[in-house]
């Protein structure tokens, strides 16, 4: 460090004496300074040209694969969110709603209309024990032990599927202290203490489901006692059993049936529905929205951004174009070219098989348009086919355009355009670290030559002096002969 500030130091004073040489007029008279500059320059130019042609055309490059990608990304966003909760899903309809919500699954594509009744809604047990001082107050030591399975009156029927839970309390474990360690258990139960009227007192709650009870054991460490004022089992008036575990009970279209939760998925094929509230006795209705209406305007939508697509693809893979020569970019134009003609419904018997089906048409430039013919004689044969088209599943046309999305924006396969953006921004980090390196040679060659040209107009300057002396002298001679 020592020698390069002494460096820098002796660089700036030769200079700065340079300069001054140059300026009151000793030396060659030229600016050795800017000498210096220039050749240094001029040594390095045609190398710093070619890196900044190169970094430009990255640049540019990675600019115009990232911009295809973000509208394929855009494509297969909004596309995604029309299948799932917009225009293009069949979203569940509940004539109650105050009785149940409904969510697509996208495991089917559902349709017709179900009856739901429901009688009863699964629940978690819920106990409080009794009454302390304060949530501070000490409860004992020893072990509580809960265990978990079917409390029925005063009977437990233990679940042996389900292991206990033992929880080590210590002798200066307060009763906020059992609550924390029940919630980091996370085994299914959670507790609080809740400050009443009475006092403060543990709450514990457990997860919906009959099977999901549990009683409380207690074993207590003799040189603490106390901890049994937490135990509690059915019958027991240790603490207060605020509501008993249960299995949700409802009827679809009739038929009896029972969960252990109020989130019910497949019930109705596709659907998850989640249980709010009973009407016994007074069945509401499940409907689907129809898309079939909204898919012409789509259909139209997709052929616009697929073409804003391939219009940008042409452009960039042209001769001279950005990605002339690009494997990603020319992979990317094969599987639109392939679009229309693939079959995106495997086993589909009916009309609708592939998107041309759909009237997506591919036109000898590589553009879509839409064939509004064919789309609608599509959707009078075949209206069901149509509508399973549009899902959020693993097959369809979302989940065509999500799988060209994804093998373009790969990163590790080289023959995609992400592969592409991969490697140009790799090869312009090596350019960038190319002319860093560059920069500093240049430095070098600057600093060198000044040192050098300094020297030789320091020894200029004193044959100068001292031609100037020789004269004055021989023209004091002459002058006095």
């Known amino acids: 460090m020592v020698t390069s500030t002494a460096s820098t130091t002796s660089t700036a004073s030769t200079l700065t004496t340079s300069s001054l040489v140059t300026a009151l007029g000793g ?109 501070t107050d000490l409860v004992g030591a020893g072990t509580l032990t809960l265990r978990f399975g079917t409390v029925s009156g005063s009977s437990f ?97 009739g038929l009896s049936m029972t969960a252990t939760s109020n989130t019910l998925t497949d019930v109705i094929p596709g659907v998850k529905l989640t249980l709010k509230a009973t009407n016994a006795g007074a069945p509401t209705t499940v409907s689907f929205a129809d898309p079939t209406t909204s898919i012409a305007a789509s259909m139209q939508d997709l052929v616009d ?53 759909l009237g997506l048409k591919t036109q000898r430039d590589g553009s879509f348009t839409l064939d509004t013919t064919r789309l609608n004689a599509t959707l009078a044969a075949d209206p069901d086919g149509v509508s399973a088209m549009f899902t959020n599943g693993i097959n369809g046309v979302f989940a065509s355009i999500d799988k060209i999305y994804r093998a373009a924006s790969s990163t590790t396969d080289t023959g995609s355009l992400g592969g592409s953006i991969s490697r140009y921004t790799k090869l312009l980090a090596k350019v960038t670290t190319d002319q860093s390196d560059l920069a500093t040679q240049q430095e070098a060659l600057r600093a060198r030559l000044v040192s050098q040209f300094t020297v030789s107009e320091t020894r200029i300057g004193t044959s100068k002096s001292t031609l100037t002396m020789l004269q004055n002298q021989i023209a004091q001679w002459n002058k006095t002969s």
Do not use: C
């Not at 970019?329 to 589909?348: C, D, E, V």
């Open 157 to 253: 029927t233990a679940d042996t599927a389900h292991a206990a839970l033992d929880l080590t309390i210590g002798a200066t474990d307060t009763l906020a202290d059992v609550a924390s360690k029940i919630n980091a258990a996370n085994a299914g139960v959670s507790a609080y203490v809740a400050q009443t009227t009475s006092g403060a007192q543990l709450v514990i709650k457990g997860a919906e489901g009959a099977q999901n009870g549990f009683t409380i054991e207690a074993a207590e460490d003799s040189a603490n006692p106390g901890l049994a004022g937490l135990a509690w089992s059915p019958g027991s008036t240790n603490a207060t059993l605020l509501a008993s575990a249960s299995d949700a009970a409802y009827k679809v279209d």
């Open 305 to 357: 951004a697929l073409n804003e697509v391939t219009s940008a693809l042409g452009t960039a893979t042209a001769i001279g174009g950005d990605l002339a020569n690009d494997a990603g970019a020319r992979a990317l134009k094969r599987s639109l070219s392939a679009l229309a003609g693939t079959q995106i419904m495997p086993g589909a018997t009916g009309a609708a098989r592939t998107l041309a089906d």
């Open 27 to 135: 030396g060659s008279g030229v600016d050795m300074t800017a000498l210096a500059n220039n050749l240094a320059v001029a040594q390095f130019a045609s190398r710093n040209d070619r890196l900044t042609t190169k970094a430009e055309k990255l640049n540019t490059q990675i600019s115009t694969a990232s911009n295809i990608k973000s509208m394929l990304l855009a494509i297969d966003t909004s596309l995604g969110t029309l299948v799932r909760s917009g225009d293009l899903a069949r979203t569940p309809s509940i004539a109650n709603s105050a009785v149940a919500s409904g969510a697509l699954t996208g495991s089917t594509t559902p349709t017709g209309t179900y009856s739901l009744e429901v009688s009863k809604l699964a629940s978690g047990q819920q106990l409080a024990s009794k009454a302390y001082a304060a949530r």
